[in-house]
């Protein structure tokens, strides 16, 4: 399991862990395996419609995979926010029907980056680094709200940014 000092901006990887697809996909077989091949020589009534036994079982059998997949997706997430990958995989796992990836989106926190300047921790709305005063993303130079690096002028106060002392468009480095 990877541990949050892996964090780099920019991180493009796969959300989804190889070993999670894995876990997903031997989870569906083995699921469909069983409704379809122990299960029904253990029922003492006679089977149901067939068309509802495909449905119940492949119901079934990609429930049991999406929950893989998110324990997986948990896995990757977590260290983006700085949450403890360990403590949320379990409650992820332990909870059932899903309630622990429920629970673990109801509670996340935002993601977090390092400043390009100075390897801070940084959060994903913050428009300066806390250390170092680099300009993570472009305000405007008036109201202080987030603007695209093209806009010539605020969205939210009209205010010009070329008036700025240092243009919004001209400060953006990263993002
Ligand atoms: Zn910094
Ligand atoms: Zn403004």
């Not at 964090?7 to 069983?34: G, H, K, Q």
């Not at 673990?104 to 994903?124: D, I, K, M, N, T």
């Not at 993570?136 to 603007?147: E, I, K, P, Q, Y």
Request: charged fraction near 15%.
């Amino acid at each position: 399991m990877r541990e949050p000092q892996s964090i780099t901006v920019n991180d493009d990887e796969r959300m989804i862990p190889t070993w999670s697809i894995v876990a997903a996909s031997l989870a569906f077989v083995v699921v469909e395996y069983y409704f379809w091949f122990i299960a029904p020589t253990q029922r003492h009534h006679p089977a149901s419609a067939l068309g509802f036994r495909i449905y119940f079982n492949l119901t079934w059998g990609f429930l049991v995979s999406l929950y893989f997949l998110m324990l997986g997706y948990v896995s990757k997430d977590a260290p983006r926010r700085a949450m403890s990958t360990r403590f949320w995989m379990m409650i992820c796992f332990v909870m059932p029907a899903g309630i622990g990836a429920v629970l673990y989106f109801l509670l996340r926190q935002p993601e977090v980056s390092r400043c390009p300047a100075c390897g801070a921790f940084v959060l994903s709305d913050f428009h300066f680094c806390p250390q170092c005063n680099y300009q993570l993303t472009a305000s405007c130079g008036n109201c202080f709200r987030t603007v695209r690096a093209t806009d010539q002028f605020c969205t939210r106060c009209g205010h010009d940014l070329a008036t700025d002392q240092t243009p919004a468009r001209l400060r953006v480095l990263d993002h």
